[in-house]
């Protein structure tokens, strides 16, 4: 594929996501919600900055006078050494003093910072973890961890500085303007003509800018998703010789994210020169209004130099205030992006009135259960089935069958469209979601690992287990002899996704896992689909203890793996074609005998 085709390609494929720019107009409740996060720092943190800040603002507003009107009007004009003396101390005293405060606002201000950053983050890496499986369904890995990452960071100056500074420079603004009508109001009326003029240009900036930074939030989130997913797939991009595709596409994505920011901060490049701008118009006539109020005698030389300092002083919070401004509309954009996951109620919700079930006996029963995942797909039509306590079920089926959709309905990843699924006679709906899935194990085709060590990995589900327990689990399922050969046995570190160990590995370390919780039901999902037969054969001896007095739902294609299966369900289109055992299916020749038929002769074909 030549270089611009896989460009355009990529640029194709870049228009796909779902995340959208959140198109709101800025709006002070939902700021109010974001800096609802201080309330935990109203008694210590947030009260003490602020008196730092008074102390500070109190400072620089008192020093311009003692310097204009009473060091050159009074000391100097008067030649009074001892009250020159007294003034100098007194204005490197309160120097001193505003250094001070300056240290503990920039310490506590960064201690609140930091801690409303880690609180906004751990609510919604909780309640990330706590929505349903369709919202993980519809979102890329990359897309959700820029909102924990990414938007939460773009949230760290504000809060960190633009909160406290915005007051800081608020109480200095009215300060000045106050002191700056009472030395001069005739001057002060004529510097400040440009501040309409300056208010009309910056507020039609506002829009623009927020909706910049929003579009630099969604190039962000894309280009964080495309390395997710390019950095897990690169076995798969090797393979098929990809590379140049996927580089297209990373060039398609990376010059989007680039423009965006490029784009976000021209526009905000654009408040700090207007005000810088208007300083020098405001100087111009201070020079030249100042110069004949002097020479009228309406006002002293101490006065207009006052002025000149407050004049500085006034101009440069209301920069600070336009960058504070453009911190908000960043804030704002993330905010709207991390509420909108807040907001995601799930779909599979507890109800209030929901139960602790207790430990159960595992009989489970759908009751004319209809499944879609979209108004579109059907998975179950109006299906009956009933699981006896301790019996062993085989679903079979080709693809698309239904047969995991019935595993998730079990666990509750998803509720059935119609109908009701009960387990020992309760609806599934009226049992707490932990005491629930504390009953359940599965185990999936493709086992994740976590990063850390071998007994850390086994006991996940369980993790008050003794290491005894452990080492139990593990030899229950054969994989006691494998990990002892690891360079630090139980104890090796395994990398993301559990790499350096096969993929047989990998799978024994889930039956540990799933032997550890010791579950009421147990749910395999093609769980022996990725293990070679000599593997198979020890987990077939492992199995016979681990479903002992236990409901098991066993999902596979190789059907030698359910032969001894007390009820086998066949699927097909989401319904059920015919239920028994493999005797009774084999004699009635009917789609389970055919699904034999063909796997046989596959096999005597190899």
Do not use: C
């Amino acid at each position: 594929m030549n270089g611009k085709k896989a460009h355009a390609n990529a640029l194709k494929r870049f228009h796909y996501s779902t995340d959208q720019v959140i198109d709101k107009p800025f709006n002070w409740v939902q700021m109010s919600r974001l800096f609802s996060y201080l309330k935990p720092y109203q008694k210590k943190l947030l009260p003490r900055s602020i008196l730092m800040v008074i102390i500070t603002t109190a400072v620089r507003l008192v020093i311009p006078i003692l310097i204009g009107v009473y060091t050159l009007d009074k000391a100097i004009v008067n030649k009074d050494q001892k009250m020159l003396v007294m003034l100098v101390t007194i204005i490197g005293l309160l120097y001193f003093i505003s250094y001070l405060a300056n240290i503990y606002r920039i310490r506590w201000m960064n201690e609140l910072g930091q801690g409303v950053i880690y609180d906004i983050r751990k609510h919604l890496f909780t309640h990330v973890q706590n929505l349903s499986h369709r919202f993980f369904d519809q979102r890329s890995a990359g897309s959700i961890l820029v909102r924990i990452m990414n938007d939460i960071n773009s949230l760290q100056e504000l809060f960190t500085n633009g909160v406290i500074n915005s007051l800081m420079d608020s109480l200095l603004l009215i300060g000045v303007m106050a002191v700056l009508f009472s030395l001069s109001p005739s001057l002060t009326i004529a510097i400040m003509i440009m501040l309409p003029i300056m208010f009309f240009i910056s507020t039609s900036l506002r829009r623009n800018i927020r909706r910049s930074w929003q579009m630099v939030r969604l190039k962000q989130s894309k280009l964080n998703s495309h390395l997710n997913e390019s950095i897990q797939g690169i076995r798969i991009t090797q393979s098929f010789t990809q590379e140049q595709e996927n580089m297209a596409y990373f060039e398609g994505v990376n010059h989007e994210n680039f423009e965006s920011w490029r784009v976000a901060s021209k526009k905000n490049a654009m408040f700090r020169p207007l005000v810088e701008i208007t300083n020098a118009v405001g100087t111009a006539v201070l020079i030249w209004y100042g110069a004949h109020l002097i020479q009228t005698d309406s006002i002293t030389i101490g006065v207009f130099v006052s002025v000149a300092f407050y004049l500085g002083m006034f101009w440069e919070p209301i920069s600070r205030l336009g960058q504070v401004y453009n911190q908000l509309l960043m804030g704002m954009a993330s905010s709207e992006r991390i509420f909108e996951f807040l907001d995601e109620k799930p779909i599979v919700a507890e109800q209030e009135y929901a139960n602790d079930i207790g430990e159960v006996k595992g009989h489970i029963l759908f009751d004319k259960v209809a499944f879609s995942y979209d108004d579109s797909r059907i998975a179950l039509k109006g299906i009956d089935l009933e699981i006896k306590a301790g019996q062993t079920a085989a679903l079979v089926g080709h693809t698309g069958s239904g047969k995991t959709t019935i595993a998730n309905l079990i666990s509750r990843f998803y509720d059935p469209t119609a109908g009701a699924i009960k387990i020992d006679g309760h609806d599934l709906r009226d049992i707490s979601l932990k005491s629930l899935r504390q009953q359940i194990s599965v185990v999936l085709q493709e086992t994740f690992i976590f990063s850390g060590t071998i007994i850390e990995n086994i006991r996940f589900g369980r993790p008050d287990a003794t290491d005894e327990e452990v080492v139990l689990a593990a030899k229950s399922v054969g994989a006691h002899h494998f990990i002892e050969g690891l360079p630090n046995g139980y104890h090796t570190e395994v990398e993301e996704r559990g790499n350096i160990l096969s993929v047989g590995e990998r799978q024994l370390l889930s039956f540990a896992r799933a032997m550890l919780s010791n579950p009421r039901i147990l749910i395999l999902d093609e769980a022996t689909a990725s293990i070679d037969t000599e593997t198979e054969m020890q987990i077939q001896t492992a199995l016979k203890t681990l479903l002992k007095d236990r409901t098991a739902i066993i999902i596979a294609h190789r059907l030698s793996t359910i032969r001894e299966a007390e009820q086998i369900i066949v699927l097909r289109s989401g319904a059920i074609m015919e239920k028994g055992n493999h005797q009774e299916l084999m004699e009635s020749k009917g789609e389970y005998f055919q699904l034999v038929k063909t796997q046989f002769q596959m096999l005597n074909a190899e």
